[in-house]
């Protein structure tokens, strides 16, 4: 179990990094559905290693990221949906 855990705090932290990079590079917006869904399961994951650890301060910061990161996936899913459909056709 120990060692789940620390792969889901490393791939957590991977994704936030990536995707913080990716976006400060142009290379995905800040309301694309990528950088909110690496946001959105990378703080997750994150808060889930940072609890299991007692690290209760990094549990609260990420668990914010990742409440903004489904208020954004909620907030934009219809432009996200509706632009997907406009590529298909």
């Known amino acids: 179990m120990d ?3 620390n792969i889901g705090g490393y791939i957590g932290s991977i994704l936030l990094v990536v995707s913080f ?21 990378g703080a997750t994951l994150l808060a889930i290693y940072q609890f299991w650890l007692g690290a209760y301060a990094g549990v609260l910061l990420n668990v914010v990221f990742a409440s903004v990161a489904l208020w954004g996936i909620i ?13 298909k056709t």
């Open 3 to 5: 060692t789940l855990l």
């Open 21 to 41: 990079m990716l976006v400060t590079r142009g290379k995905w917006k800040p309301q694309s559905k990528y950088y909110l869904f690496a946001n959105l399961i």
């Open 75 to 87: 907030t934009y899913w219809p432009s996200i949906k509706s632009s997907s459909k406009k590529r």
